[in-house]
């Protein structure tokens, strides 16, 4: 029988620390292997979708970590390109987790309170 494969934790990740690593166990990313694997951008929408509030800082710096660069070399066109798929995986976050009730969220779908901006 072989043996386990030996796990890194997220916080080996440069520009991750403890309360990143939190923030991943919470949304269920309990390595470094299995966040390296899922990526960026499946990565950040589980932490939203465990509740995490989005901030576009926090999702670049967690793409830059995972190219081993540091938190602060995104610029330019690639910053603007980030930028984008930030906004769109906040964008498919579901309304209860932007701070909404599962009533205020049936409410929206049904059109009778007005949507919150983000």
């Known amino acids: 029988m072989p043996s386990p494969v030996p796990s890194s934790p ?6 991750l620390g403890p309360a990143s690593e939190a923030a991943f166990a919470k949304a269920g990313i309990h390595s470094a ?9 499946e990565g950040y929408r589980r932490l939203l979708a465990a509740g995490t509030q989005p901030h576009f800082i926090g999702y670049y710096v967690l793409v ?13 066109e690639e910053k603007k390109q980030l930028r984008a798929r930030f906004d769109a995986l906040k964008a498919a976050i579901p309304a209860k987790t932007k701070g909404r009730s599962d009533l205020e969220a049936a409410l929206d779908a049904l059109g009778v309170i007005e949507r919150r901006k983000s």
């Open 33 to 41: 292997e299995e966040l390296r694997a899922l990526g960026a951008d």
């Open 64 to 76: 830059m970590g995972l190219q081993g660069r540091p938190w602060n070399d995104c610029q330019g």
């Open 10 to 15: 997220v916080s080996s990740i440069p520009n």
